[in-house]
Every structure is written in C-alpha cells, then in structure tokens.
C-alpha cells in the first residue's frame, strides 16, 4: 500500500511568489490534515478536512494560506504572496474514518519551504 | 487541550529496555493519549495509542496510571535503529483529531 506522498520534497521561492504544495493521501482515507513546523518550532496544526469538506482550519496562520481538496481526494496548500516567516516544513496526514484509531495518523515526508 | 511535557533528550544502550514518561496534567476526561516517533527528514509515524491501563503492540508498550495525568512508553530492547524523537500527544474527539505536538524526547541509542 502507497502512503502519504507530498510534492515537492523542497521549494525554494522569493518573497511575494506563490508555492502550492501538494499532498496525495493513503487511499480510501477520508482524513487528511495539513501541519507545518517553522524553524526550531513545534508541528502546528494547520486544518483538517474530511472527503472535499473543512472540518477544522483553526491552526490556518493568515488569509494567505488556501488549502482545497476536490473531490475529496489530493489536497493543495498555496501561500500567496509567501513571506519569509512561511519558511519551514509542511507535513501532510491522512486518516481512515471509523477504525476505532482515529489518531493514528499516516503522515507524508514533508515538503520543505524556503523563503528568501 | 492538554499540553504534554517529556524531557528533551535520553540515552540509551542497544539492548536496554528505554522508557520515556510524559506529564498531561489537565488532561480531558475523553483525551486519548498518543506516541509519534520521527525521524529526520521523514514525517512522524504512529507507534501506540491508549486511554488507560496498559497497551501493548508489537512494537511497544504504553503504561497509563489511573489518574491519567502521565504516561510511559516503553520499548523494549531498543535498537540503532529506534535513535528519533519521540511525541506525546494528547488528543481531543471535540477538536476534530487534530493533534497538537510538543518539543517530543530525542533518544539516542548507543552502540
């Protein structure tokens, strides 16, 4: 079974420019949830959505943040125009509704983001 | 939702039964308790969950006392291999399972 893929594994943009950053979920997980991690921080939550639905996107920083995921099956996360705090690694998960082990978490490698 | 607290790092012997205890003091009445390994440059993998008592996988062991406010992940014969940081977490069915991670324990294993 394919787990959690993300693209790319690293980006690097200037300040201003736009990265969309893209998460491909186990199959058949309706769960899928974005985090980050910032330089010598802890992973942040960012949102949660399950099947093309936003259940949560509490931890989403600033209005220059959109996530979408259509159909309800890969999910994007755009930063546009990106600032140089967005820097960091972001960390896809998916989970499978209804198992009994909601927090078992399938996470991807991340995607490391550099602003410059 | 509860905060965790774990020490920063440990040291271990390849062989040596490690456990690694975490304070979750005000934790909630339907808080589940979770550990995540991660390795560097991966993202953090599932290892054990539980509400109380004692779980057992093939992997490890989560002890959980009766008042809940702590808890204590155990593996056994640990490896090279099992050098990573790893999170307690504390998760809420009312915040959607998001989860919220701390600064985790760094365990080095040596040879």
């Known amino acids: 079974e394919a787990g959690v893929t993300q693209f790319p594994s690293h980006s690097v943009i200037e300040k201003g420019q736009t990265v969309t950053l893209r998460c491909d979920p186990i199959s058949g997980h309706d769960n899928l949830y974005w985090y980050r991690r910032v330089m010598g921080k802890e992973i942040k939550f960012l949102l949660h959505f399950v099947k093309e639905s936003k259940q949560d996107e509490s931890g989403m920083p600033n209005n220059r943040f959109l996530a979408e995921r259509t159909g309800g099956t890969y999910s994007t996360l755009k930063v546009q125009p990106a600032e140089l705090e967005d820097s960091g690694v972001y960390f896809c998960?998916?989970?499978?509704?209804?198992?009994?082990?909601?927090?078992?978490?399938?996470f991807g490698p991340g995607t490391r983001l550099t602003v410059t | 939702l509860a905060k965790t607290t774990q020490p920063i790092s440990m040291d271990s012997y390849e062989g040596q039964e490690v456990n690694i205890t975490c304070s979750h003091n005000?934790?909630?009445?339907?808080?589940?308790i979770t550990w995540y390994q991660q390795f560097p440059s991966q993202g953090p993998r599932f290892i054990i969950q539980?509400?109380?008592t004692k779980v057992t996988n093939e992997v490890a062991s989560l002890f959980i006392p009766a008042d809940r406010k702590s808890s204590t992940l155990s593996l056994p014969r640990v490896s090279l291999s099992d050098t990573a940081v790893y999170y307690c977490?504390?998760?809420?069915?009312?915040?959607?399972?998001?989860?919220?991670f701390g600064s985790g324990t760094r365990l080095l294993v040596r040879p």
């Open positions: 539980g509400y109380k």
């Open positions: 005000n934790i909630a009445t339907n808080d589940y």
């Open positions: 977490l504390v998760g809420d069915r009312e915040s959607s399972y998001k989860l919220i």
């Open positions: 998960a998916s989970s499978q509704e209804g198992t009994g082990r909601s927090y078992e978490q399938y």
